[in-house]
């Protein structure tokens, strides 16, 4: 399919500023052509209006788990421990492959409606998301959850996420790729972490884990273990391959130069992480240091929504409360967060992740015409600062569309709502 968005304000990456009106061609998979003021022709599918709109690079999830949708609003305002403990992981135990699959389509709806295009998600059933992704046209780097404190259940664990990496990475035209994830340091032991590691550069995926979540689960570790838990997988040699760490709160001024020696990437969740009340991310101190820092929303669950729009104003926000600086992670560098750093992230940052000529045409249309976006002084401010998930008109993914003029073309949301409401019943 070929299709034309004319005469768009457009951001091909964020650190380039607006081109504030131009034409761009998308040919099958590919952004073929972007010109600066307009006049591409003829021979197209499809032509999309761009006016009063902007197009700017899909949003990247880069740390959640989607089927958590079926525990938003199911217990909150509690402690990450006593949420875990005492809440999520009885209820774990009860849930169903169907129920992992509605979920799944619920948050992707979602997350399609909030302008994100790809996402990595660590979850079980994990059959059942990826059969989800694949129906709902998104991106997705996908995980089994490996948890596994002692050697006896590694050996099953383990198998179970390798069968899914073998299964799955590649699928949906390439759109599906698989990673390896054990849950986090405190949840597996260190013969896991080798093993993983080791079977991650065997199949050449990357491991997505949790990391330095909240200062109780970090001191403990320490008192434990006598390093902290980035120094411990290190040692482990974990770090020899590419690792996504969600969270990263709570890291000294060592673990961070241990994620920049190895080119990990940390996965900021402002949303989780002040809803249960963790900490703030040193995002800013990160960044200058040479991580690469993306940003994602966590589950439902802890975070509420899987709205990306909303993580990165918080994340620009947040930044500056850390920092003690208004200048820390301004607009144009929250919105690489969001986007081309996600796609880094994620291992595939030369294939998509920005708006160019032969990369995969993966893009959001954001309607500027709302009265919260006037008078339009700065395009990417406005994105970051004032527009919201309702001003996302158009998402396309590998040139394909998934949202337009607001509605949805792959999912049929309110038959998804029916059915995870009757589910849900069984959740109390
Ligand atoms: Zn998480």
């Known amino acids: 399919m070929r299709i034309l968005i004319r005469g768009a304000a457009v951001i091909r990456r964020p650190e380039e500023g607006v081109i504030p009106k ?63 403990e ?10 169903t492959a169907q129920d992992v699959y509605w979920f799944s389509l619920l948050g992707l709806g979602e997350m399609i409606r909030s302008g994100t295009t790809a996402f990595a998600d660590m979850y079980f059933f994990m059959e059942e998301v990826a059969a989800a992704v694949e129906e709902a046209g998104l991106r997705a780097l996908l995980s089994y959850g490996i948890i596994a404190p002692t050697p006896a259940q590694a050996e099953s664990e ?18 599906i790729r698989a990673a390896l994830s054990p849950h986090a340091p405190y ?5 896991v972490w080798k093993e993983a590691a080791a079977l991650a550069k065997e199949l050449r995926v990357p491991i997505h884990t949790h990391l330095a979540e909240t200062k109780e689960e970090v001191d403990r570790f320490v008192a434990e273990h006598g390093k902290t838990p980035a120094l411990w997988l290190e ?14 709160v709570h890291l000294s001024e060592k673990d961070m130069e241990i994620l920049a020696a190895h080119s990990a990437s940390a996965v900021h969740c402002p949303s989780s992480n002040a809803k249960l009340a963790c900490g703030i991310a040193p995002v800013a101190e990160l960044l200058s240091l040479g991580v690469n820092v993306a940003l994602g929303t966590d589950g439902a669950g802890s975070a509420g929504d899987l709205d990306m ?77 004032a527009a919201h998930a309702s001003d996302v008109v158009g998402v396309f993914v590998d040139g394909r569309p998934l949202l337009l003029d607001g509605e949805l073309l792959t999912l049929d949301e309110e038959a998804v709502k029916a059915k995870c409401r009757e589910l849900a019943r069984r959740f109390r």
């Open 158 to 175: 383990l198998k179970r996420a390798e069968g899914f990496v073998r299964g799955w990475d590649g699928r949906a035209e390439g759109r």
């Open 235 to 248: 040692e482990l040699g974990v770090f020899a391959v590419p690792v996504i760490a969600a969270h990263c």
């Open 22 to 84: 131009a034409d761009v061609a998308i040919e099958g998979r590919r952004y073929a052509a972007v010109v600066e003021g307009g006049g591409i022709e003829g021979g197209f599918d499809r032509v999309i209006d761009g006016e009063g709109k902007l197009l700017i690079p899909g949003l990247v999830n880069a740390h959640t788990h989607l089927a958590m949708t079926l525990f938003r609003g199911f217990a909150d305002d509690l402690p990450l421990m006593s949420w875990l």
């Open 309 to 385: 729009m909303e993580e990165m104003r918080l994340a620009a926000l947040f930044a500056k409360l850390k920092a003690g600086d208004p200048e820390a992670l301004p607009a144009p560098q929250a919105l690489a967060v969001a986007t081309w750093r996600g796609a880094q992230a994620l291992g595939q940052g030369k294939e998509w992740g920005t708006i160019e000529e032969g990369r995969r045409a993966d893009g959001v249309l954001v309607s500027l015409k709302g009265a919260h976006l006037c008078p339009g002084h700065s395009p990417i401010s406005d994105l970051v600062y």
């Open 86 to 95: 005492d809440r999520i992981w009885p209820a774990e135990k009860e849930l």
């Open 187 to 191: 949840t597996c032991g260190p013969e």
